[in-house]
């Protein structure tokens, strides 16, 4: 356990005690060091992100790397400073073949029957730079981030980026110090935990001409429409359940304002069904540090 | 009173159908791991004016227990001079809350200070709706109970 009590002497007596052997994130800065920092617009600024900043991360995401300036690393770009400080590129670069192995097995085992072009876009949609970058605003780590921006006059430009880098980053450190298993917990409750959109990642233009190709390659029946439920048909504003069938058995459900539409949200549903089908009891957690998604018998 | 405007069927529907594809559904902080809302809290204070007394008395007595027992909040204590005591509060969503302490008594700081950290950022907002959800549907929210394909036609046939 650290202290991280960062005292800067201040001329009157508000001395508060040492805050030893906790992991109290308490910080006493002085007036002229803020007056310092404030910028000519005369905005309130608060000031920089210190060691404070970092320990109080790693205690919000439930880390603890030992207080070796790790989380000063991660949250360092290497514009920062012209990359004379110890920045986050190596840890980034480790950090992304880590979480995207992690996330890929994890669709893999989680849609069995998308195809790899499909699982290649969600992953870059629902798990890609701007996700990650949404995940670090969630932490907290654009406070605590270092970075020079490209441009003084749009200070935003790249945060995306960086942001992304950083979450890969402590990706990254958590696997270097931690082992796989850590990595692999930290991934599962942060980033897999998050909804995963596979609807707007399929696309599919003809839904009928598409379901009666899957039905053939299958062997099942030719696909059915059948009006479930209808209500105004000949008002204006008519409200048709479609089904579709194959056989006996209903495989997709769509409503629209005509016969035509409700059938092409039936013929999309049914493929949906299929395609975006989601195993929920999957077996990648945590709890087994050393078994592969695909090793049946082979324990490392 | 709440106010509960019934929905335009199929056009609220439609419309409810289109922004799951624009908006999809948002992540909710619990799922999976729960990360602290409150990242930062600032006191300021005055070591000259009367104002800050008993601001002064909880920062010397209370508020290194109370960053130890919170490792996952920033406390920074910093004098602010010939202004009145504020603790300032800073949230993972961006926003902030500033709470002004200058009349309050000693017992009433601290139940300040825990309204500030257990505040989740997100403005106050006024909700007319019973029920919010990602997922609208004019058909009802989903039951488990009628989630069997009623219309399958060999369930009725095997019943005769």
């Known amino acids: ?300 | 009173m709440a106010t509960f405007r019934l929905p335009n069927v199929l056009n609220e529907v439609i419309r409810a159908h289109r922004d799951q594809f624009l908006r999809p559904v948002q992540p909710k902080n619990g799922v999976g791991a729960f990360v602290f809302p409150c990242r930062k809290l600032v006191f300021n204070y005055c070591e000259r004016s009367g104002s800050s007394k008993s601001m002064m008395e909880y920062l010397q007595k209370e508020a290194t227990r109370f960053a130890s027992e919170n490792p996952q909040i920033e406390v920074v204590v910093q004098p602010r001079p010939s202004k009145h005591p504020i603790v300032r509060a800073f949230y993972t969503n961006g926003e902030q809350k500033t709470k002004c302490v200058r009349r309050c008594s000693a017992g009433e700081i601290p139940e300040i200070v825990k309204s500030l950290r257990d505040h989740s950022g997100h403005k106050l907002h006024r909700w007319n709706r019973y029920v919010i959800s990602d997922t609208p549907s004019v058909r009802g929210i989903y039951s488990p109970f009628h989630d069997k394909a009623v219309y399958s036609i060999s369930d009725l046939k095997t019943k005769q």
């Not at chain 1, 800065?29 to 109080?56: D, I, N, W």
């Not at chain 1, 013929?267 to 078994?291: C, H, M, N, Q």
């Open chain 1, 1 to 300: 356990m650290f202290s991280t009590v960062t005292r800067v002497t201040s001329r009157a007596g508000l001395k508060l005690g040492m805050v030893g052997g906790s992991r109290a994130a308490l910080s006493i800065a002085t007036a002229r060091k803020m007056a310092k920092e404030s910028p000519a617009s005369g905005k309130r600024v608060v000031a920089e992100a210190g060691s404070t900043t970092y320990a109080a991360l790693e205690a919000r995401l439930n880390l603890n790397f030992g207080g070796h300036g790790v989380m000063e690393q991660v949250c360092t770009h290497k514009s920062f400073a012209q990359g004379r400080v110890e920045h986050n590129e190596r840890l980034e670069w480790i950090g992304k073949r880590v979480l995207n192995l992690f996330v890929g097995e994890h669709l893999l085992a989680t849609y069995p029957n998308l195809s790899t072009e499909a699982l290649q876009d969600v992953q870059h949609s629902s798990f890609g730079m701007s996700s990650l970058a949404e995940i670090g605003r969630h932490f907290g780590m654009q406070a605590a981030m270092r970075w020079e921006p490209v441009s003084r006059e749009a200070p935003a430009v790249g945060l995306t980026k960086v942001l992304g880098k950083t979450v890969q980053a402590l990706v990254g450190a958590i696997y270097q110090r931690q082992g796989e298993a850590a990595a692999r917990a930290f991934v599962k409750q942060h980033v897999l935990s998050r909804p995963v959109d596979v609807e707007s990642v399929m696309q599919i233009k003809n839904p009928k001409v598409m379901l009666v190709a899957l039905t053939r390659q299958k062997g099942m029946e030719h696909p059915v429409a059948r009006i479930l439920k209808e209500t105004g048909r000949f008002t204006s504003s008519p409200v048709f359940i479609v089904g579709v069938f194959c056989g006996t058995k209903m495989v997709g459900m769509g409503f629209g304002s005509s016969l035509k539409m409700a059938e092409h949200r039936a013929a999309k549903d049914a493929l949906l069904k299929y395609y975006a089908k989601e195993i929920k009891d999957i077996s990648v957690t945590g709890d087994e540090p050393d078994v592969s998604l695909f090793a049946q018998d082979v324990v490392v």
